[in-house]
T-cell receptor
Framework: ETGVTQSPTHLIKTRGQQVTLRCSSQ?????VSWYQQALGQGPQFIFQ???????GRGNFPPRFSGLQFPNYSSELNVNALELDDSALYLC????????????FGPGTRLTVT | AQSVSQHNHHVILSEAASLELGCNYS??????LFWYVQYPGQHLQLLLK??????LVKGIKGFEAEFIKSKFSFNLRKPSVQWSDTAEYFC????????????FGSGTQLTVLP
């Protein structure tokens, strides 16, 4: 069974730029959730994708957007990067109709300078 | 909106000491509760979960947690910690909406001294 994978591992961007982060869900899972974990904080829910559509969103501005593909993998896009976007971005996959238990990937460390 | 409070930000124990980490949540409806652990350099892993039934839940590596509805609490316990338990521990509550998103506490860093 393949776990959740994310790429890249680390990324450094400049304020105002755009970034795309990628996530492959665990085998058999059809739902992907994205979280932002700032230093010293717990993860915060950004949004979730199910059947290629956004299915729930946390308190994040529209410049945070995403996609889900037919193979259930997902992308997180952030436009007009700000310094406060520096964080660990976590992807979690789950299977709807089950216990909704979420399995997390290793994360992408984004640094905005 | 639901919230989760973890009052202990950093706990330092010696090996073989007993552990209890506090977690309180604010949501008044039916809750699903979780404890996740993040070992240094590793990803978040599920330690244990409560959905319904017996309020005393046993997880991996000898951890357990007790759901006390009247106190809105879900404290994590382990009778005897090991050096390898050094990690950050997060309590989380699952939301009621269709996304069933997790709301996390700010975490407790546990350091176990050999």
């Amino acid at each position: 069974e393949t776990g959740v994978t994310q790429s890249p591992t680390h990324l450094i961007k400049t304020r105002g730029q755009q970034v795309t982060l990628r996530c492959s869900s665990q085998s058999g899972h059809n739902t992907v959730s994205w979280y932002q974990q700032a230093l010293g904080q717990g993860p915060q829910f950004i949004f979730q994708y199910y059947r290629e559509e956004e299915n729930g969103r946390g308190n994040f501005p529209p410049r945070f957007s995403g996609l889900q593909f037919p193979n259930y993998s997902s992308e997180l896009n952030v436009n007009a990067l700000e310094l406060d976007d520096s964080a660990l971005y976590l992807c979690a996959s789950s299977s709807r109709g089950q216990t909704y238990e979420q399995y997390f990937g290793p994360g992408t460390r984004l640094t905005v300078t | 909106a639901q919230s989760v409070s973890q009052h202990n930000h950093h706990v330092i124990l010696s090996e073989a000491a007993s552990l209890e980490l506090g977690c309180n949540y604010s949501y008044g409806g039916t809750v699903n509760l979780f404890w996740y652990v993040q070992y240094p350099g590793q990803h978040l892993q599920l330690l244990l979960k409560y959905f319904s039934g017996d309020p005393l839940v046993k997880g991996i590596k000898g951890f357990e947690a007790e759901f006390i509805k009247s106190k809105f609490s879900f404290n994590l316990r382990k009778p005897s910690v090991q050096w390898s338990d050094t990690a950050e521990y997060f309590c989380a509550v699952m939301g009621p909406g269709s996304a069933r998103q997790l709301t996390f506490g700010s975490g407790t860093q546990l350091t176990v001294l050999p």
